[in-house]
């Protein structure tokens, strides 16, 4: 029988080992099970060795909920291809459950035959109960249907680090990676970056770091000792365009994006946040760019957050607020000033679930309208969405430039599933980032505070303190020119009327849409935002069956791209996926006069391929 290498590379072995094209495995367990760990050390292993990739980590809405009941429900979710993946799967084919409240919420998305394998040890009566189940699962038959693998996990665990001297609550917090070591014999993946993982993450305890080790040794050599698992996988490495990779969330993409901007800019970087579910991973990771001359200021509320962006930005900084959609709404009135001081600012919403706390770990799109027209009065803002999480980083470097180039805030709608989804992304080069150095004006003689550039609209950035360039700014109506203020009703219908062409003139720079598909056909999809996977991987196999389907998929939502009502004629039909109520159908529909048909799905959790593939068949069947 063979053994592990010392360095965690699976060795070969008899049983049959078949090749698949993708595969898409869950982690399930409680909050303190150590699911998301357990997730993202399969997918780092994953996208070294090759594979393309995309996860779905689902945390519990409930912060402390009692252990082993249904709303404290952790997971993660992948799927690996060694061909090019859009969504993190439809159906799971492999799935670990850690209790029976884990096994009660997932297990409908495993496909028949799927693989299920359980904790058996924590299917005790007291298990059962707050799980909520009248009968053991696993002995009443409900799982005939699934390739059910039932394993002591915690006392295996146990006797795998028996001679460390740890005590049982410790140990017992080693099953994760138990399980960890049967998927990567599962999937034939080595061990290795996994175990470099934990000597730095225990590098002053180093015998938690061993014990770790031992435990997914031991799921490993489980695998290869008993005769229950029959067969492994191996999903060949995809053909990826060339290039350095990294595997990097939404979040992780929007703060490297924003510290690439500064330095294309050449500003200093300034963040005032306030921390709230899903976008407080930004405040975590621009804490770390200190050495690139980074600040990062946690405020005591929203409001004292972006006022803080704000005054960095009046100060030349380039600045930058966070928030999820109940932030956005006590940002409200401070982004209104914005506007009216026509200073650049970029606001990051990532939504989720609502109304109020709503659903605080769960996505949504539904924030639409309110990045559109939330303020008093007539304040417009150009709006960009993020479609993957590596296009966060390129849609915070154009947030930035569009900010900086026309002086305005800008928001950014990113959301949940793309915040704390993962996909490899290459690196660019340098060469491939614009420049946009930012000028500030030094000559005192004729500056007006509000003359503008004949192109942007944009008016001119003094430093405070710089000798002849005193003025003031503030939310009373400025005197177009002077920047005085001024309550004359002429003049305020002129700087309305300016600081909408402003945001409208950016449309000069938003390239022409081209949809992907068919060019004209019986049906377009227009959408935004994190359905792009979904979508993408409906049009391709819908195309393939021979349906003439073209889909657009929007960045620019305010303002929209010129040619886009002339795209949008081309077609018999128009269908608009979105996780809300229909706000972007609302605005086409507005807009372009176009009897286009809305598609929503508004359950905190993202569209299936399967659901857009059903919904282009039924109308194209009508």
Known sequence: MSTLTGVGEPSSRDRKREVLDRAVIRFCGDSGDGMQITGNQFTNTVALYGNDLATFPDYPAEIRAPAGTLPGVSGFQLQFSSGQVFTAGDSVDALVAMNPAALKMNVADLRPNGILIVNADSFTDNDLRKAQCKTNPLEDHSLDAYRLFPVALEKLTRLALQELGLDSKTMDRCKNFFALGMCNWLYNRPMDSTFRWLDDKFKNKPLLSEANKLAMKAGYSYCEATEAFQISYEIPPAKLSPGTYRNLSGNQALAIGFVTA????????????????????????????????????????????????????????????????????????????????????????????????????????????????????????????????????????????????????????????????????RIPEL????????????????????????????????????????????????????????????????????????????????????????????????????????????????????????????????????????????????????????????????????????????????????????????????
């Open 262 to 425: 500064a330095q294309k800019a050449g500003l200093t970087l300034f963040q005032g946040s306030y921390p709230i579910t899903p976008a407080s991973d930004i405040l975590h990771e621009l804490s770390q760019y200190k050495n690139f001359g980074v600040m990062t200021f946690q405020a005591e509320d929203e409001i004292a957050a972006i006022t803080s962006a704000i005054g960095a930005s009046y100060a030349g900084a380039l600045a930058i607020t966070t928030t999820s959609g109940p932030g956005m709404a006590l940002k409200t009135e401070a982004m209104g000033l914005a506007v009216a001081v026509e200073l650049p600012l970029v606001i990051c919403d990532i939504q989720r679930g609502g109304p109020s706390t709503g659903l605080p770990t769960k996505t949504e799109q539904a924030d639409l309208l309110q990045a559109l027209f939330g303020r008093n009065s007539e304040a417009p803002i150009p709006v960009i969405a993020a479609s993957t999480p590596g296009d966060c980083f390129w849609v915070a470097v154009e947030a930035c430039r569009i900010a900086l180039k026309y002086m305005v805030p800008v928001i950014i709608l990113s959301d949940g599933y793309l915040a704390n989804g993962a996909e490899p992304w």
């Open 431 to 622: 060469s491939e980032i614009p420049d946009f150095p930012v000028t500030f004006v030094t000559d005192p003689v004729g500056y007006k505070p509000y003359s503008r550039d004949p192109v942007t609209l944009a008016r001119p950035w003094a430093l405070p303190g710089t000798p002849g360039l005193e003025h003031r700014l503030g939310g009373l109506e400025k005197q177009d020119i002077s920047g005085n203020i001024n309550y004359e009703p002429l003049n305020h219908e002129r700087m309305t009327h300016l600081r909408a062409a402003k945001v409208q003139a950016v449309a000069q720079e938003i390239p022409d849409v081209v949809p992907v598909g068919d060019p004209e056909g019986d049906l377009l999809i227009v959408a935004w935002g994190s359905t792009y996977g979904p979508i993408t991987a409906a049009l391709n196999a819908q195309r393939a069956a021979g349906k003439k389907i073209g889909h657009v998929h929007l960045r620019y939502l305010n303002p929209l791209p010129n040619n886009l009502g002339e795209v949008i004629g081309r077609y018999h039909r128009v269908l608009v996926p979105e996780m809300n109520m229909g706000q972007l159908l609302w605005v086409l529909r507005a807009k372009y006069l176009v009897d286009a048909i809305g598609y929503n799905k508004i359950q905190g959790r993202p569209f299936k391929q399967a659901e857009i593939e059903a919904k282009i068949e039924e109308l194209l069947a009508q």
